[in-house]
């Protein structure tokens, strides 16, 4: 799965991609046909925002957080995601049955 990390006012560290990087390995568990995510990160004075889109087999998942810390902005919007892919997965089984 591709990682792709876009920021808007500033210039992520090394550490700050590999945190995401390293967080995002989640999705491919969670979704085998996870093509890529894509990080949106933007910071306005004391407010960090994540926008997370996910491209799997079907429909795209989005999810946005802000959060006083971008690290806790980025884990409130990959466990957004989370539940929106176990959210997909579920809707499939019910309907199988």
Request: hydrophobic residues 45%.
């Amino acid at each position: 799965m591709k990682t792709i990390i876009e920021s808007i006012k500033f210039e992520p560290s090394a550490a700050l991609n590999k945190f995401i990087k390293e967080k995002s390995s989640v999705f491919l568990t969670l979704d085998k046909k996870a093509l890529f995510a894509e990080f949106n990160l933007s910071a306005q004075k004391h407010e960090f925002t994540c926008t997370i889109i996910l491209n799997l087999a079907g429909k795209d998942i989005v999810s946005r957080s802000s959060a006083d810390d971008m690290h806790f902005a980025i884990l409130k919007a990959i466990d957004s995601a989370k539940r929106s892919i176990r959210k997909k997965k579920m809707k499939v089984i019910t309907n199988l049955k």
